[in-house]
């Protein structure tokens, strides 16, 4: 029997409607803060990450040589994409550009909790504005996005970062620039690696993990402090604690850098960004520089966080519930009647009702049973009482008649409000 290739997953119906649930939430979100969703292909030059994102992700590569010649790779990310469609058609558009998107990445990686080799991630990012305003408005968003779940600042806490402080404090201790990178790969897995394992890495360097320790501890908020005065006048403050343990791994970012954990230190990363002020300049050799700031929220943490959360996780069975796949089971009592039936379910359906009814004759009950597996909250039953009908709403077996020609006027009263759109 043919499996699955290893770190890919299959969505049967409910995985996809807890899927949708989470995209619907991310686009609502997203254009509530004046976001316009965009999109980029799924195979890229493979020059295109190995000269701008770097380090381990290059060997992470889906990555082959196509039948043109050219050597591509499945996207592990977006903000390259995203950089590199700035870079070429950016002067088209206003600014700042206010940019998110929803799509399937791939990183050939050692498969773990959290961590699949294929796996959706929202991307936004704020382009054309160098602010601290800039930053506190993508963080809102990230804070809010989370929120939009039912998650608290109980649930989650974003850690705030600099990676122009490492720089400076590297550039005191004499390290050669060429060789800052390779100390932020080296901090950005401090929490994942021993103490001893790090020591001896930084050895090189001439620099102790005390050293790190200290300047770790000296973090300076008063660096940070438009980007908080901004979050407090939004009342958010209470989800954002400064760890100058936060580096990110990409080389491309400049800045202010973050990610996102779940207070109970369950789960990886529930997302992850920061500035990458020079990435677009680098992308089109200096034509077009735009400060940018940018971040990614990947599906399989934030569905294992929502699934570990009562409050979050009531809050989508609740979504889904209110939204059944189908929501009138039309039930044809008497099959003579059936033709007249086709005709209320395609009348109900062009007014964007989910119906469902027996393609083939089967007894009364049997249909009813049938409506209550698939959860229908009505029922409308076509029978010899023609051009009468009944509709039954099945949770409370309460029924009502009326003509046929203006049931579909009469349920528009029945209609749940819509929780989540598709």
């Given amino acids: 029997m043919m499996q699955i290739l290893p770190g890919f997953r299959d969505f049967y119906p409910a995985d996809v409607a807890k899927r949708n649930y ?36 290059m060997g992470q590569l889906y990555q082959f040589v196509d039948k043109g010649g050219r050597e591509v790779a499945m996207r592990p990310e977006m903000t390259p994409t995203i950089a590199r469609m700035v870079a070429e058609s950016g002067n088209g558009y206003r600014k700042p550009l206010k940019w998110f998107g929803i799509g399937s990445f791939f990183r050939h990686e050692r498969q773990q909790k959290g961590r699949l080799r294929e796996f959706v991630q929202l ?14 408005e993508l963080l809102a968003l990230v804070i809010d996005s989370l929120r939009a779940f039912g998650l608290t600042s109980q649930d989650f806490v974003l850690r705030l970062s600099d990676r122009n402080a490492w720089v400076r404090f590297f550039q005191q201790k004499a390290v050669v620039e060429n060789r800052m990178e390779e100390l932020l790969q080296l901090i950005d897995k401090i929490e994942r690696q021993s103490e001893q394992e790090t020591a001896e890495k930084l050895a090189p360097f001439d620099i102790t993990l005390q050293d790190i320790r200290d300047f770790i501890e000296r973090r300076d908020p008063a660096s940070f ?27 491309y970012y400049t ?11 369950r789960f990886r990363a529930v997302a992850g960004g920061g500035r990458y002020d020079r990435l677009i300049a680098t992308m089109s050799d200096g034509r077009v520089d735009l400060p940018a700031v940018g971040f990614g929220m990947g599906d399989v943490v934030l569905g294992e966080l929502i699934e570990a959360v009562p409050a979050a996780e009531k809050k989508m069975r609740d979504a ?14 008497d099959e003579t009647q059936r033709p007249q039936a086709l005709k209320i379910i395609q009348t109900l359906r062009q007014e964007r009702w989910n119906v469902d009814f027996s393609l083939t004759p089967i007894r009364v009950g049997k249909q009813f049973q049938i409506a209550e597996q698939l959860q229908a909250r009505l029922g409308v039953i076509v029978g010899s009482e023609w051009p009468q009908v009944k509709f039954k709403r099945l949770a409370t077996r309460e029924e009502f008649a009326c003509p046929h020609d203006v049931l579909a006027e009469r349920l528009k009263t029945e209609r749940a409000p819509l929780i989540f759109d598709f």
């Fill in 320 to 333: 889904l519930a209110a939204q059944p796949a189908c929501e009138i089971y039309v039930v044809i009592a």
């Fill in 255 to 265: 800045g202010m850098v973050f990610e996102v954990f779940d207070r109970q230190k």
């Fill in 225 to 251: 402090s438009d980007l908080l005065a901004e979050l407090s006048a939004r009342g958010l403050s209470e989800y954002v604690e400064i760890d100058l343990k936060i580096v990110r791994g990409l080389l």
């Fill in 123 to 136: 991307n936004c990012d704020l382009i054309g504005e160098a602010s601290p305003a800039a930053d506190a």
């Fill in 22 to 57: 989470i995209f619907s939430t991310f686009r609502r979100v997203a254009r509530s803060y004046g976001f316009l969703e965009v999109d980029g292909p799924f195979l890229e030059r493979a020059d295109l990450y190995r000269k701008k994102s770097g380090g381990e992700l």
